[in-house]
């Protein structure tokens, strides 16, 4: 049997942790074994190339190197973490995957399709099964992030990084259109939470009258 992979997707300050929370919490608590993930990060490989992705000490990083290493710690993430969980059954709950490289790096930074070439062989073929994307105003999120004194490197970029970012992965939505679930990040965590978890009972209904 193969699990369930789900990711979350979003520009920064949509709240894609709180709500992977509450929907681990729901899938927990019907007797689902849950893996609760992240990326970067999700290995302590891939957690130290995360530090220093989002090392604000570096703001000489070029852009080449940002997009290798978070494909690099995307490797190791899924070989250690997802692909074992998957097979044993298990369903993924995944903050961010492919897709933020591609909407972040490949868009936004402007590398282009070399960011899909890439991340392609880091993953070898593995795609989610659901995508939730937190939709919100890239303005609306950065004015959440900012209310925290402690942002990354990413996160200081300015409102036109994000704009683009927001550009990119309206391309996504509409290229997996399938996989995609558009969710509005702008109401109370409550309810977006209760939105989440009925589009995900939807999905997974259809999913299993096949
Ligand atoms: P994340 O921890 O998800 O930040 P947040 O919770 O604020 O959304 O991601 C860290 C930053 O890294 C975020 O600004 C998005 C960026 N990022 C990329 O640029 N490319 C990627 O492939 C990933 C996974 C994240």
């Known amino acids: 049997m193969s699990g369930l992979f789900v990711t979350f997707e979003g520009p920064d300050g949509s709240g894609k942790t709180t709500q992977i929370q509450k929907l681990a919490d729901y899938c927990r608590a019907k007797g689902y ?103 919100l105003d890239p303005e609306a999120g950065l004015k959440r992030i900012r209310k925290n004194s402690n942002f990354d490197r990413l996160e200081q970029e300015t409102l036109a990084f994000h704009r683009r970012v927001n550009e990119g992965y309206e391309l996504l939505r509409r290229q997996y259109a399938d996989r995609y679930k558009v969710v509005d990040a702008a109401v109370s965590e409550d309810v977006l939470a209760l939105e989440i978890r009925r589009i995900f009972e939807v999905w997974l209904a259809a999913r299993h009258s096949v």
């Open 33 to 135: 074994a849950v893996v609760q993930t992240r990326e970067p990060g999700g290995t302590l490989i891939s957690e130290k190339i995360r530090a220093l992705i989002l090392d604000v000490n570096t703001p000489e990083m070029d852009d080449v190197t940002e997009a290798l290493l978070y494909a690099a710690a995307r490797a190791q993430h899924v070989s250690q973490v997802i692909r074992p969980a998957l097979k044993r059954g298990d369903i993924v709950l995944c903050d961010r995957f492919v897709d933020s490289s591609i909407a972040y790096q490949g868009h936004a930074r402007g590398l282009g399709a070399g960011v899909a070439e890439i991340n392609a062989f880091a993953v070898q073929g593995l795609e989610p099964d659901l995508t939730f994307f937190l939709e």
